[in-house]
């Protein structure tokens, strides 16, 4: 008899592992280069801005929506609305990604005490 198991991704399967486990303990597994990485993406963006490079702006706002995507567990990111808050204007679409991830998941997790505190100086 023989068995027959899906073809998986061993690398997919074990980051979404490690995704649930960073959730229930309130840590991200990433190394600190990569959790600070939405900052470097939204100064590079602002730089972008400034010197409207179009380019390198939407490949910043792409990787910074992609490197967020674990937001919730990643302490860095709230480092990383402080930078996207005072170097872009009020209407800009780093400030909508940020405010769509944030009101996403306050819907489905709710907004805890820490988590307020830290964004509450922001629009």
Known sequence: MEVQLEKLDPDESYHESFDLLSREIGKSWKPVAMQKAPIF??????????????GLRELALEKFVA????????????????????????????????????????KVYGLRPPRRREIGGHP
Do not use: E, G, Q
């Not at 100064?43 to 179009?54: L, Q």
């Not at 490197?67 to 800009?92: H, L, Q, R, S």
């Open 67 to 106: 490197d967020t995507a674990d937001y919730f567990t990643n302490p860095a990111f709230y480092d990383a609305i402080d930078t996207v808050y005072a170097t872009t204007p009020a209407n800009d679409r780093l400030r909508k990604a940020v405010a769509n991830s944030l009101c996403a998941d306050i």
């Open 41 to 54: 993406h939204a100064k590079m963006y602002a730089t972008a801005d400034k010197y409207n490079i179009v």
